[in-house]
């Protein structure tokens, strides 16, 4: 379940990510997709905070860590949910383009980016930076539940 779910959330990812063309123009697409990861990253953060406090804490009144773990599940997709309908509400598809690359276009890129020294450095250093913060991203709950938050019994 949890590889179904990572190939899902990386390729909604990715779908996302690629919208930017649609919302911004070439010349402040930077600005634009800077303050997306800046609004994404403080909301998720104090969503994280919120669902934390849920999950170790009788601040709320929720005594039953599992059902508070729920609660945070479901959060967690309604604020998606929330912050995703109006994108695809909102943001118009792309036209379809003539006639989509194929596999031969797929390995010449491949082949060049293999080729320059300086690409495969930027690419392998990037793949260690990315898993480390998709690393973070994913052991979140488990750093909480283990650092931050007492043992219930």
């Known amino acids: 379940m ?37 609004a994404g990253y403080l909301g998720g953060g104090l969503l994280l905070l919120l669902n934390v406090c849920w999950c170790c804490t009788p601040l709320f009144g929720i005594t039953d860590w599992i059902a508070a773990t729920r609660i945070a599940f479901f959060d967690v997709a309604l604020w998606w949910a929330f912050f995703t309908v109006p994108l695809f509400r909102h943001v ?36 260690l930076y990315i898993d480390g913060i998709g690393t973070l991203q994913q052991m979140a709950v488990d750093l909480a539940a283990n650092w931050a938050c007492p043992p219930r019994r």
């Open 92 to 127: 118009p598809e792309a036209p379809p383009t003539v006639e989509s690359p194929g596999w031969a276009e797929l390995w010449s890129t491949i082949r060049k980016v293999l080729s320059d020294r300086t690409v495969r450095g930027f690419l392998f250093a990037y793949w």
């Open 2 to 38: 949890f590889a179904v779910a990572s190939v899902g959330f990386y390729a909604g990812s990715s779908f996302q990510d690629a919208l930017i063309v649609q919302v911004a123009s070439p010349a402040e697409s930077h600005r634009v997709s800077a303050y997306g990861f800046a």
